[in-house]
């Protein structure tokens, strides 16, 4: 969240908004898959077992959102990353307090 309210104030086009907040995802999905391996939690088959069902949904995801993607202006966009990082606060502040 914070990568994104930061680039979403930056005027930066819908692509370039699209390649900066991948590459920074991709960095830190990186660097905790390196610390999962150092420590040896991938090396459990188990973790495997359970990610199987995990791969097709994100590939959908990932196709979904491209669709989206193409057909969404800057605005519509912006305005779609603002609903998801306000539904993401109301989220943790009621686990919270629960």
Same mark, same amino acid.
Request: charged residues 15%; glycine residues 6%.
């Given at each position: $969240? $914070?990568?994104?309210?930061?680039? =979403?104030? *930056? #005027?930066? @086009?819908?692509?370039?908004?699209?390649?900066?907040?991948?590459?920074?995802?991709?960095? @830190? !999905? =990186?660097?905790?898959? &390196?610390?999962? +391996?150092?420590? #040896?939690? +991938?090396?459990?088959?188990? !973790?495997?077992?359970?990610?199987? $069902?995990?791969? $097709?949904?994100?590939?959908? #995801? !990932?196709?979904?959102?491209?669709?989206?993607? &193409?057909?969404? =202006? *800057?605005?519509?966009?912006? %305005?779609?990353?603002?609903?998801?990082?306000?539904?993401? #606060?109301? =989220?943790?502040?009621? %686990?919270?307090?629960?």
């Amino acid at each position: $969240p $914070p990568y994104a309210i930061y680039l =979403s104030q *930056r #005027g930066l @086009s819908k692509e370039q908004f699209r390649a900066t907040l991948g590459f920074a995802t991709m960095t @830190s !999905i =990186s660097l905790r898959l &390196v610390a999962f +391996l150092v420590t #040896g939690l +991938l090396l459990d088959k188990e !973790i495997w077992l359970k990610a199987i $069902p995990v791969v $097709p949904a994100c590939l959908l #995801g !990932i196709w979904v959102a491209r669709k989206a993607f &193409v057909r969404l =202006s *800057r605005e519509a966009l912006m %305005r779609a990353v603002a609903l998801l990082l306000l539904a993401s #606060g109301v =989220s943790l502040i009621f %686990r919270a307090a629960l």
